[in-house]
């Protein structure tokens, strides 16, 4: 309704001069470093000479055929997706409890909920590493009812537990706040229709939250295949995750060539599931208008 | 609305206990008067947070990560208040493409990002500099305030800047006196997430970090992953203090579900 | 030489003019009204005025002053804005107080003169609440304090009352007009209330897309709108369908299948017309003594008057009957009805000139 006096000066000169510093500083800390690595990846690596300046496929031939990095690969990608499921399922009743209760308890257990995202997810690994250590606070629970002590710790049972710990508040926040815009009184219409408290779940609220549940498992899904503490703590020295694989390779085995390969299939990893996701929310999106 | 039934009461304790259960596990053993990670079954002792608080590499560390969070929080204000201002109050070419670059850090991993800074500081020969250091947090952090700058820049009256305008202030008081103080709430606010996110940060910092700049989660990760005394679990604990504070006030001041969900 | 003078200004957004030529003089202690639908272009006309929005084409003039590019720190108008625009974190001593400050007025003097306006606008008691404490017709009376406060030449207002319920509106329509009138500042106000704009103005400009389509004073633009659409738009109409006989002295006009005809002063083009006639100017009597015949198909009751409409040869017509006396006769009874022609208008058909 009002166009400013600023409206009227030159168009590009003032933004731009707005823009400058942020747009330097992400051009020179995040494009620059981010092609130089892409960069990295195409050197070869001689483990006596050091980072050759050559242009090579071979370390993402190397990736791609060795086995114990495809497993690393395919590892993340099974747990990443067997965290987003669990995510999922604990999740979505979770915010939908959430959404259904009274006043007062409903924003204290969103804090309880969505909190820990301010604790230092070392401190939160660190909690689980004590619960399921060989004689951690899970094994003296199963000793208690005369339970064998079981392995948890470093295998790939804790890692999903960790992930699914730190990942619930990603999925219960979309979630919640898709389920906070739904109109309540058209479940209840539902039901006023016949329906039963699971039909009108699963007909009239379930395809609503559709989209929070989908940008819940997206977020879940790309930072559980990009976690490192957990799979750090918690896997131990032999299971690895991606990220701890692109760890060892730069900082012990000294392969940077090899790591930056990994970090850039990660970062095309990530960057194909979010379009892939952006079209799911475009056809979505045409679905409802058409 | 529906009212929750007893199995959905069971379900949702078991998942407040799930969530919770780490962290009441670490403030417990925090207080054990014992060497190894035992509950404080029998008495409670203070040793081990006073074993933190001469532990000169976790103290250096911490006032590190407390440095590094002040810092880049700041900057990453200072970069977005003009960045958010271009954005929502002039159209011009690229805006979109300008915006997502500054979004950015949230969609690329954060290893990637270490492993990049990693690659341009070795090559720059900056590897350990704190400077450097604050400058990735700066960028980490920077999605936080931008998008909170960004949100209460697009639900402000500019009819207030066109008042003040028209009561003789010049551009520049009409910033200081009006558009400022009526994004303070949004820029505190992105401060103090930035703060945390940067103080929390870890799989960036764990490559870009020499000895001299360690941050507490890193020596922490560092020191979990060698030896578990209690040690750790009492600087856990003072952590999840901190962390608890810090939701309270941001839950009183803005709404911790507001502030972490983000307006849309 | 006028007070304020807006000569052939113009503002396209684009190939589309949201004001087209607007020409105003405007007398000095005159309280202007610009009426019109949504989106003809009085908001941007004003806001023009006031800077915050610069013309495409033409002049404006404060006096001898030229001040069409003039920023709007510079032009020193008291602008009140739809929204109130209120500065949310200051208090309304603070916000009253804020032109003077930029004007570098001492402090004392400062102080004096915000208390003597809030007295004037009967705020003094709330001097240190903050906007979001205070009603809707309160926080106007900040605004339009904060505006006057630092003795513009001339106050704006932006549809002041809209956000307000009917009766505190009514209320602050006269509230407005007094202040004004104390004051004695040259006022233009927006408004797409007719009643708003006839009850407080010294002159109306009514405009349509963009143009002006009639300035005149409230009593002229009632009695003599200029084309159909104002004579709909400000207040109530009847239009039955004529046609026209041009003579010297004027126009005979005969209203459609009726055998009425007419002397009319007006002198519309062409020979298919227009004839319309306020409800207030038709009287009902007994069947045979009307200049025409109708039945009554409805009944409204308004508090002080009725309203009856009448299925007449001519098409149905609306009457207002005061509430004076008797009932008027019920639906389906057989009514006359009574009229000076003196009190119709005749415009040429649909033409908005
Ligand atoms: N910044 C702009 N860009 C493009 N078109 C605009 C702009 N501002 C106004 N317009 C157009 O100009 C025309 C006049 O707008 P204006 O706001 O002056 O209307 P108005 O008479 O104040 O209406 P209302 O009674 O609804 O406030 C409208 O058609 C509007 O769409
Ligand atoms: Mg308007």
Known sequence: MSASVSAARPRMVVPSLLSAPATLFFIGLVLLPLALTVILSFNSYDYTAGIQSDLTVSNYLTVLQDEYYYSTFWRTLRLALITTVIAVVIGVPEAYILSNMRKPWRSIFLLVIIGPLLVS??????????????NGFVNGALAAVGIEPVQLLYTETAIVIGLAHIMLPFMVIPVWTVLQKLDPTVEAAALTLGASRFTALRRIVFPQAALGILSGSLIVFALSASSFAIPGLLGGRRLKMAATLVYDEFLIELNWPLGATIAIIVLLANLVIMLAYNRLIEQQAKRKLG | MQRNGPVALIFHSLVVAFMLAPMVVVCLVAFTPENTLTMPWNSLSLRWFEAVFEHADFMASFWNSVRLALLSATISTFLAVPAALAITRYEFRGR???????????????????????????????????????????????????????????????????????????????FCRITMPLLLPGISGGWLLAFINSFDELTMSIFVTSPSTVTLPVRMYMYASESIDPMMAAVSALMIAVATVTMIVLDRMFGLDRLLVGKG | MSFLSVRNVSKYYGPVAAVDSFGLDVEKGEFISLLGPSGCGKTTTLQMVAGLVRPSAGTIMMGERDITHLPPPQRELGVVFQSYALFPHMTVAENVSFGLEMRKVAKAERDRRVKDILALVHLLALADRYPREMSGGQRQRVAIARALVINPPVLLLDEPLSNLDAQLREEMQFELRRIQQVVGITTIMVTHDQSEALSISDRVVVMEQGRITQVDTPYELYERPRNPFISSFVGKSNFLAATAEHHAGGATISIGNTGITFQANDRPKGKHVSVFIRPEKLRLTAPSEGQIEGTVTSRYFMGNQWLVSAKTPAGTLSVAVQNFGAPPPPIGEKVGLVWRNDDCRVLAAGAAE
């Open chain 1, 121 to 134: 997810v070392v401190v939160r690994t660190f909690g689980w590493s004590m619960l399921l250590g060989k």
């Open chain 2, 96 to 174: 979109d493409a300008l915006n997502a670059l500054f979004l950015s850090p949230l969609i690329i991993p954060h290893l990637v990002l270490g492993v990049a800074f990693l690659r341009l500081f070795s090559l720059m020969g900056a590897t350990g500099s704190f400077a450097w250091l604050v400058a990735t947090h700066a960028i980490v952090v920077s999605p936080y305030t931008l998008r909170l700058i960004l949100a209460s820049l697009t639900s402000m009256d500019r009819n207030a800047e066109n008042a003040a305008r028209t009561l003789g202030a010049g551009e520049w008081t009409v």
